[in-house]
């Protein structure tokens, strides 16, 4: 097991270092010279002369490379453009709320929707199953910003039972916490949910045939333990996948969040960074969101291993 | 032991199709006794699995009782609900299955699937039901129980996880068992094996059973009573004896003859009404082969290794005349199916050389063979007729497709005859040809199965148990289409069966593989009636002849 696991780490170093070649050459796939884009409109020649050679511009692409790869495996990120701080302490101030939105949001995820759409197959067809199914229609049909504002709107605004908007941050007490998280948390999550409670529904309905539920049934096990003790494990595969695809799009989905709900989190610091061209932020956050997809399809794969037995590491 | 345990009266079953309802039992009555073993008998579509789903409360969702009553011990089965149908699935009752591997739950251990019946039932904690499930490995004879308590199904063999299946079915002492073709699928010897087992089970443990399959000669063997299905009801009910040697019913007559014995012949398999047809093309003898002729298939020492661990075939050889037909037999695992299918160069030989009249062709890459000018001349039947039919071609699109690829032909009246024509040798009418798979019956696929490997007009058809998955009645056509194509067309049959006794009757010489080894060959007949090797002996032996059914019942 460990060996797999190690293996498949090794297996994920090509692909970080491609994606790592890819941010790096954000600023040259950029149109113009790197060194006017970053200098800005108003920069005179030798502004862009200056900062060319600050920031070795003027070098071979590929030793440029190197020497920011280099960097960046000692844990420098480089420095932002506009705030002349460390890109690492950028992150590092804004991953808390993101951190804490997309768990948020992941575990509301799981624990709506797979028994929502456990339900849906045991009763497939039948009005709860439609009931079901057309609110993941639903879900799917509404961006985010629209749920979120609605969201706010409705229990923030009128029923005044959550805060509009805003963040505490952890240490500063659970609930207060929570309570920033859960409307940003269900409009994100609800694409997600609705995603996941179809998909878990198919996978569902696809063991349900399957012959040793029969034999569970032959052996007079409840519905309950059928459902979630034979049938539900063996679904688990494509729930997984899933689930894992998903953090891609909460990753789009927090950074429109954050800003329908002023999180100061890392959707924020891309967007600001985004319209002042801050290059070395955009590439820091490209590359840790990269990672982070990464180490989740890790995370995926050991998971097919403790949930089935036949799929060999 | 005269109280009725089981009282099954007027049982009427429907399914909601989209076509409307369509009633897969009608009228079915019969009765068990505390301890027997009852022989359920029919083909596919007898409505004899779902008369035992009906009895354990094991329907699909689209099909229920309309009509009659299943009495379990005075109790209508039918109305139970809730609890009291739990109580009874499980415990009084309880089912086996076909397909013993699907049945059991791919991702749980073993004796946590036994365990959960036991602790389903009893108010026992886990571990002692975890001792209990042991017990049944033992009792069901299972090597090394302890170890196996932790193994998953796809690391036991066909015949282990039936017994596993037996070990749960048996767990909470149940009065009645329904075997649902409990050993379809699986070897001639792990069938006896089973069968014996399940048996000896049922005696021991005073437990009835409801057998049911599609094997008369596996009925006969082990039930004293047969029932035999057709379309929903029941035709006749008899002693195994009395069935074979005086049937009543015209269907049960049509079973019994179709049914393969170890001295019944190809034109054997119909009734005395049917046969007359037949026996003109039997009167055509063979054309001798001319002294020195080259052998049309000539296979030298082939192996076949897969990735890791020993060989799946190694030193085969053999020699096939023009228009011969060779059986290859074995237990699954012999290699049987690896080496028709290097033969056929679907797979590459690991090594060896494979010569097809005076050409080497066992060093063409597989995936490049359909490009020789060969590979029209080497066919395959493959042994599912359901699955290895392309679901979305017509039996029209299925049969020109080799044409069209490996004849060069084009779409036209020229190809719309040829199709037509090799419809008109299998026997498929030409009504069918615009259907899809779904709209045939077995029989009917495995005609468009045969007609598409004979479109191109091969000189060897490797036939990889063309009949297993059909019912006797059909595989008795079947086969003499085969037989007749053989001696028609001057076709070579490579056929590779478990069925020993089908096998007999088809094929002048018989090859014995075990463990990717030849054990044994000969002249077919010779082979079976005097076995040299005790394997090939066990395997003859393995066989449910009818004729050692009544002796064995009665001695029970």
């Known amino acids: 097991m460990l060996s797999y696991i190690l293996r498949r780490i090794v297996a994920t170093l090509p692909v970080m270092a491609i994606v790592a070649l890819f941010v790096f050459s954000l600023l040259y796939i950029a149109p113009g010279d790197p060194a006017v884009v970053i200098a800005g409109d108003q920069a005179s020649p030798e502004d862009v002369e200056r900062i060319r050679q600050s920031l070795g511009l003027d070098r071979p692409f590929l030793v440029q490379f190197g020497s920011w790869v280099w960097r960046i495996l000692h844990g420098d990120l480089g420095t932002s453009i506009f705030t002349n701080l460390p890109v690492s302490a950028m992150i590092g101030q804004r991953l808390g709320p993101t951190l804490s939105l997309m768990i948020v949001t992941l575990l509301l995820t799981i624990v709506v929707a797979v028994p929502l759409g456990v339900v849906a197959a045991w009763k497939a067809g039948s009005l709860i199953d439609r009931v079901i199914m057309g609110f993941a229609v639903f879900g799917f049909s509404l961006p985010v910003f629209v749920v979120g504002y609605m969201l706010a709107y409705i229990f923030a605004l009128e029923l005044e039972w959550l805060p509009v908007q805003g963040y505490t941050p952890l240490t500063q007490g659970f609930w207060p916490w929570l309570e920033n998280l859960i409307l940003p948390a269900v409009a994100l999550g609800c694409v997600y949910i609705a995603l996941v409670a179809r998909i878990t529904r198919a996978a569902m309905l696809e063991v349900l045939q399957q012959d040793y539920i029969r034999t569970a049934k032959a052996k007079g096990l409840g519905q309950g333990g059928i459902l979630f003790i034979h049938a539900l494990k063996n679904a688990a595969v494509p729930i997984v996948t899933v689930i894992g695809i998903g953090i891609a799009l909460l990753i789009g989905g927090a950074v429109v969040t954050e800003s329908v709900f002023a999180i100061p989190g890392l959707g924020r610091l891309t967007i600001d960074a985004i319209l002042r061209r801050d290059y070395p932020v955009i590439q820091g956050i490209v590359l840790l969101f990269s990672f982070v997809y990464v180490l989740v399809n890790l995370m995926i794969d050991v998971v097919y291993t403790l949930v089935d037995p036949r799929i060999r590491y | ?556």
């Open chain 2, 1 to 556: 032991m005269s109280e009725n345990l089981l009282r099954i009266d007027d049982l009427h079953v429907a399914f909601s199709t989209r076509r409307g309802m369509v009633e897969a039992v009608r009228g079915v009555t019969f009765t068990v006794k505390a301890g027997e073993m009852l022989g359920l008998v029919g083909e596919s579509g007898s409505g004899k699995s779902v008369t035992g789903f009906a009895t354990t409360r094991l329907l699909d969702a689209a099909g229920r009782v309309t009509g009659g009553r299943i009495l379990f011990r005075g109790q209508d089965v039918t109305k139970l609900r809730g609890d009291d149908l739990r109580q009874l699935q499980g415990a009084a009752m309880s089912m086996i299955f076909q397909n013993p591997r699907a049945a059991l739950n791919p991702i749980r251990a073993i004796g946590l699937q036994i365990a959960d019946a036991i602790l389903t039932h009893k108010r026992i904690s886990k571990d002692a039901a975890r001792a209990e499930a042991l017990d049944l490995l033992r009792a069901v004879q299972i090597r090394d129980p302890e170890q196996r308590m932790n193994a998953y199904p796809h690391e036991l063999s066909g015949g282990m996880c039936q017994r596993v299946m037996i070990a749960i079915a048996i767990s909470c002492n149940p009065a009645l068992l329904i075997a649902d073709e409990p050993t379809t699928g699986l070897d001639v010897t792990t069938q006896k094996v089973v069968m014996d087992l399940l048996a000896d089970i049922a005696a021991a443990r005073g437990m009835a059973t409801i057998l049911i399959t599609h094997d008369l000669g596996l009925a006969a063997r082990y039930c004293r009573r047969i029932a035999v299905m057709e379309r929903g009801r029941i035709v006749e009910e008899a002693s195994p004896s009395t069935l074979f040697s005086a049937p009543q019913h015209a269907y049960t007559r049509r079973l019994v003859a179709a049914s393969p014995t170890a001295t019944s012949r190809i034109e054997d398999l119909v009734t005395e009404e049917e046969r007359e047809r037949y026996t003109a093309v039997l009167g055509k003898p063979r054309p001798a082969l001319a002294h020195g002729t080259p052998p049309l298939l000539e296979v030298r020492k082939l192996a076949k290794r897969f990735d890791q661990g020993s060989a799946a075939v190694a030193d085969f050889s053999m020699t096939m005349a023009g228009g011969e037909s060779v059986g290859l037999v074995g237990e699954s695992g012999s290699g049987k199916s690896t080496t028709s299918r290097m033969i056929c160069r679907l797979i590459d030989p690991s090594e060896g050389d494979i010569v097809f009249d005076g050409h080497s062709i066992g060093h063409v890459a597989a995936r490049d063979f359909h490009r020789s000018p060969l590979r029209k001349n080497i066919q395959m039947v493959f042994q599912d007729p359901n699955e290895s039919l392309n679901p979305r071609f017509t039996a029209f699109d299925c049969i020109a497709h080799p044409l069209m690829r490996l004849d060069g032909m084009r779409a036209g009246d020229a190809l719309r005859k040829r199709v037509e024509e090799c419809a008109q040798r299998v026997g498929l009418p030409l009504d069918l040809l615009p259907r899809f798979p779904h709209q045939l019956s077995g029989g009917q696929k495995a005609r468009v199965g045969i007609a598409r490997a004979i479109a191109c007009r091969p000189r060897l058809l490797v036939l990889d148990e063309p009949t297993a998955a059909l019912d006797v009645s059909v595989q008795a056509v079947v086969l003499q289409l085969l037989d007749r194509l053989r001696r028609e067309n001057d076709i070579a049959l490579l056929f590779v069966s478990h069925d020993l006794n089908v096998v007999r009757m088809l094929c002048d010489r018989t090859i014995v593989l075990r463990n990717g080894g030849i054990v044994e060959q000969g002249e077919s007949r010779a082979l079976f009636d005097n076995p040299k090797t005790d394997y090939t002996r066990k395997l003859v032996e393995a066989i449910p002849h009818i004729e050692t059914g009544p002796t064995l019942a009665a001695a029970l």
